[in-house]
């Protein structure tokens, strides 16, 4: 499974759907053919939709990234 950020294949599964890339360190869900979610971790393991980071912030979801 290739990231749909950053197209590492450096992923692994975490649970149904649901994978994380150790290249740009987010989470991601796969809803179906190119549809999917990344998700932000906290500090506490909390998941955060980048898409709500970027709507919160202002700020582009590249930032989070690194």
Do not use: H, R
């Amino acid at each position: 499974m290739n990231c749909p950020l950053c197209n590492s294949n450096d992923t692994g599964k975490v649970g149904t759907n649901q994978y994380y890339c150790w290249n740009c360190l987010v989470e991601f869900s796969v809803q179906g053919a190119g549809a999917y979610t990344a998700y932000y971790v906290d500090e506490e393991g909390t998941l955060i939709a980048l898409s709500d980071l970027v709507q919160k912030s202002g700020t582009l979801a590249e930032n989070f990234l690194g």
